[in-house]
């Protein structure tokens, strides 16, 4: 069976593990870091709501709703079911097409108006929202965590502090096949920036009197926060974020928690008086003028698995899919070369 070399070990390359690791493949992981998910990873909401997009249809979200599906034999990784999306109008056109294609989907949204809102989210202040029971949170860190130990048990070898190289690279592609998820740190390995940093910072509150079971996710109207998440994750503590910056930001802001819990208490006026216990932030890897993920050939048998920017979390099972998919068979049946950009070649 093949030898795999994994650069990074975030939320992808623990996943691209796991997959390649169930398949016989020996699989060997490096990541810069003293551990697994100490990157981008660590820092993500875990939120993964593909139901509730306004993406109706094609290609990336038949790949997101197929990804959705593989949490569903995750249980002990979720934190909260169910995603409420506030709304600012009653619904219309576009909502009713929506709530339909769901359906054809075979995934259900509801519509909960002004009175069903109310009664059933008494807190909140929204007259209309969208209701999503399969949407949901999750720990990514515990997943990654979980994907390495069941990885080992396997065989896979995960080294950490080391940092790999482009003759690393080179030299394992001569006979074996490396995978990129390195995020970032692609970079380092192209002749011009793929992936750039996008900031964000989140915070945690303590609430303990606030009975809120699902996530609720809403738009604002402030720049740096163009939709925002609540996620419950038991004890009357809450995750809320996150901020959306761009280059060039510095983080973390001593201003940003106030700023994030006086927008949580605009539709949730309890949280007003929730302890801020945390703040944090991290980069997520965007590509640069190409869609995101980045899924394609650098070399016949070198892989980019990267670049999930906002999403990397609900995509890290569809990815690993692929991506075992290519290397064992030599093909994948999921749609994937739309997400391969000109700079990669598209092989399989
Ligand atoms: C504040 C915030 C909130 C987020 N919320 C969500 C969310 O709710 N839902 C969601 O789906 N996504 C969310 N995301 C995005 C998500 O976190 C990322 O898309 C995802 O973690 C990317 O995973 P990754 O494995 O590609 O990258 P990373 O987790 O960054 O992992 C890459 C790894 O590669 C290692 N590495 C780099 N270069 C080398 C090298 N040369 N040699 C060895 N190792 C190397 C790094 O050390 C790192 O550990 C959020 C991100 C942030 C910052």
Not at 54 to 78: E, F, M, N, Q, W
Not at 113 to 120: P, V, Y
């Amino acid at each position: 069976m093949a030898v795999v070399h994994v650069v990074g070990c975030g939320i992808i390359g623990a996943a691209v593990a796991e997959f390649l690791s169930s398949t016989g493949c020996t699989v060997r992981v490096y990541d810069q870091r003293k551990g697994a998910g100490l990157g981008a990873t660590g820092a993500s909401l875990g939120v993964i709501m593909p139901i509730s997009s306004s993406k109706l249809a094609g290609d990336l979200i038949t790949l997101r709703l197929a990804s959705l599906r593989y949490y569903d034999v995750l249980p002990a990784v979720t934190t909260a079911m169910g995603v409420l999306t506030l709304l600012d109008r009653p619904a219309d056109a576009k909502i009713a097409r929506c709530l339909e294609q769901r359906a054809a989907q075979g995934f259900i949204l509801e519509l909960w108006e002004r009175d069903d809102l109310h009664a059933r989210c008494p807190s909140i202040r929204a007259d209309y929202a969208l209701h999503s029971p399969a949407d949901r949170a999750v720990d990514g860190v515990k997943l990654v965590y979980h994907w390495v130990a069941s990885a080992a048990a396997r065989g896979a070898e995960f080294h950490w502090e080391t940092t790999v190289t482009a003759p690393m690279i080179g030299n394992w592609a001569k006979r074996d096949w490396v995978v990129l998820t390195n995020g970032l740190g692609l970079n380092d390995f192209l002749p011009v920036p793929r992936v750039q940093p996008v900031g964000g910072q989140a915070i945690r509150l303590r609430c303990p009197d606030l009975a809120i079971a699902t996530v609720i996710h809403w738009a604002t109207a402030d720049p740096i926060m163009p939709d925002l998440n609540l996620v419950p994750r038991g004890e009357g503590m809450f995750d809320l974020g996150a901020t959306v910056e761009f280059l060039p930001y510095t983080l973390p802001q001593p201003l940003h928690p106030q700023r994030l819990l006086n927008a949580a208490a605009s539709i949730c006026p309890p949280l007003g008086q929730g302890e801020i216990v945390a703040t944090w932030w991290g980069d997520r890897p965007r590509p640069i003028q190409t869609r995101s993920p980045i899924i394609g050939f650098l070399e016949p048998r070198i892989l980019v698995a990267t670049g999930h920017y906002r999403n990397g979390i609900l995509m890290a099972p569809i990815t690993a899919a692929i991506v075992r998919d290519l290397i064992t068979e030599g093909h994948s049946s999921h749609p994937w070369q739309f997400l391969c950009p000109d700079f990669l070649t598209a092989h399989g």
